[in-house]
């Protein structure tokens, strides 16, 4: 079924405040300073909401797994910023020998770059989603217009190397703005974040990066890697697949079932 857009009641709310501040105004128009001060604090929950990669206040966010997963022990590994001709096929290599799927979240212009290695996730048994086209470090301000722009060049590129539209969308660094969500819902796309971040972009310290994703993980857990844009150790190795063959471990000593987002969220 199409997703439908219904405002959150974080906008509902921000859609009341401003009405009251306009009717204030009119009644009243000695007390702008009471507007005033209403829509400025109103504007300020709605840019800390978008920086809260997590949070539900601006629309319907997936940061963990549905129950129905849970229950099963299932997990999901989600790789972003791909592809990359250097480390994603060495990616894929450790998953084969897990016998593990996961979901890439890729990058438009990369997969036009790269069509055979975005092509070749797929053909290996993950699911291929869309991180953006441009992955611009100032998605978040984009206006409706842009961001509907970029969001569906990526799903075009996507579903057209794949063979397989996307289903859900992360925005670069998680960052957003109110105007995602009715985007996302026109696209039939859903958000996902994630429960825990490794920072293997920052981070050049394996162990650091190891302890981040593994610390209290739990069944119906989404974990966010780098295949692109991976960090590299003192060694020069991409942090990610020196810490990959960990994570692989340790799921076979809980035990826990690693599945794409699309095999968990039907």
């Known amino acids: 079924m199409p997703r439908r857009w219904t405002p959150s009641a ?3 709310a921000s859609l009341a ?7 204030g105004l009119l009644a009243s128009p000695g007390h702008w300073p009471w507007a005033v001060g209403a829509l400025a604090a109103n504007h300020a929950v709605l840019t800390t909401a978008g920086l809260l990669p997590r949070s539900q206040l601006l629309g319907p966010t997936l940061t963990r797994l549905p129950p129905a997963a849970a229950a099963q022990g299932q997990i999901t590994l989600t790789f972003d910023d791909g592809p990359d001709p250097e480390i994603t096929p060495r990616v894929l290599d450790l998953l084969d020998a897990a016998g593990v799927r996961a979901s890439f979240f890729c990058i438009g212009w990369r997969a036009r770059k790269h069509p055979a290695l975005c092509r070749e996730i797929a053909e290996r048994g993950h699911q291929v989603e869309n991180h953006g086209d441009a992955h611009s470090n100032v998605f978040s301000l ?6 509907r722009t970029d969001i569906s ?19 670069t660094a998680g960052l957003r703005n109110p105007f995602l969500d009715p ?3 026109r696209l039939d796309l859903h958000l996902a974040a994630w429960t825990r971040r490794a920072y293997d972009t920052r981070c050049a310290d394996p162990d650091t990066v190891y302890r981040r994703l593994v610390h ?4 119906g857990d989404i974990l966010l890697m780098h295949d692109g844009n991976a960090r590299r150790d003192a060694a020069g190795q991409p942090v990610i697949l020196t810490v990959l ?4 471990a340790r799921l076979n000593e809980y035990p826990l079932t690693a599945i794409p987002l699309g095999d968990a969220c039907p």
């Open 183 to 185: 985007v996302l819902a």
């Open 153 to 171: 060049a990526a799903q075009a590129a996507l579903a057209d190397i794949t063979g397989r539209a996307p289903r859900f969308f992360r925005a």
């Open 245 to 248: 063959p960990r994570i692989l």
């Open 17 to 23: 405040v401003h009405g009251g501040a306009a009717l």
């Open 216 to 219: 209290r993980l739990s069944p």
């Open 142 to 147: 984009f206006g409706p217009g842009r961001m």
């Open 10 to 12: 974080t906008l509902k």
